[in-house]
């Protein structure tokens, strides 16, 4: 009897830890790690950027995913015909958790895929560019209603 009272006990007191454990990590994890945030230039004030697309890994995983899958398979180019100073979009990748930038980007579209100006350095001095497909560059385009 006394034995199965300490299994019993046993099996409660671990239950209550889990479910505890559950909870706290669930109210926890509510907190966003990753930021996409997509800019245009403004219209009165060219120098200026605004960023009124922003997708987040809580709300929005699957766009996150893909992003970033899109960033890791571009392929390097020169910077070929673009004009480095109108860039059609703007996108940021952060992580507002750690208060971090992690990419800060330009993209130019074309007629068959996209340019993407990667800055490497502490200003736009130093920037790589990449190409995207032209299936890459519709995606885009779709989850930001770009006209």
Do not use: C
């Not at 997708?55 to 398979?73: A, G, K, T």
């Amino acid at each position: 009897m006394k034995k199965t009272v300490k299994i019993i006990s046993l099996v409660v007191l671990a239950l209550i830890i889990f479910v505890g454990g559950y909870f706290s990590g669930s109210v926890n994890s509510n907190e966003v790690s990753r930021e996409i945030l997509i800019g245009y230039n403004d219209n009165e004030n060219p120098s200026r950027v605004n960023f009124p697309v922003t997708f987040n890994d809580r709300e929005n995983q699957s766009i996150i995913d893909n992003m970033l899958m899109i960033y890791l398979h571009k392929e390097k180019t020169e910077n070929g015909n673009i004009e480095a100073e109108n860039p059609d979009i703007y996108i940021k990748v952060s992580s507002p958790k750690q208060s971090v930038g992690l990419i800060d980007s330009k993209v130019w579209f074309l007629k068959n895929g996209a340019v993407i100006g990667l800055r490497t350095g502490d200003s736009w001095d130093n920037v790589e560019y990449y190409e995207i497909d032209e299936s890459e560059t519709d995606y885009i385009k779709g989850i930001i209603d770009y006209q």
